[in-house]
């Protein structure tokens, strides 16, 4: 599973509405308190940042020849996936926001 949305589908699966859920901002994180979805996005962000940052890390290592190449491709290609999906999630949430904003009152 991709890092940067695991904490979004473990929110979505745990607010089910068949568990009884008590509405919007029901939903429970891990560590058992509500989260609405801006704090949840934005512990993805923060998830992301901090992948990208070891993905960075581990490349200089990887030039300081203080990492195995496999070490670095891995870091790497995990960053590169964590990219790609928040640039999709972007991608969605603009054209959410073009469609509401072109709907007819």
């Known amino acids: 599973m991709i890092p940067a949305i695991a904490p ?3 929110a979505i699966t745990s607010a089910s509405p068949l568990d009884g859920a008590a509405g ?3 939903a429970a994180s891990a560590g058992g308190t509500a989260m609405d979805f801006g704090q949840m996005l934005s512990q993805v962000a923060t ?8 993905g960075e890390a581990a490349a200089i290592t990887g030039i300081e020849g203080k990492a195995s190449v496999q070490q670095v491709v891995e870091a790497v290609m995990n960053a590169e996936q ?9 991608d969605k949430a603009v054209s959410a ?5 072109r709907m007819a009152i």
């Open 8 to 10: 979004i589908l473990s």
């Open 24 to 26: 919007p901002g029901a």
């Open 47 to 54: 998830d992301a940042v901090s992948t990208l940052k070891q």
């Open 82 to 90: 964590t990219l790609q999906t928040a640039v999709a999630i972007r």
């Open 97 to 101: 926001y073009q469609d509401i904003s």
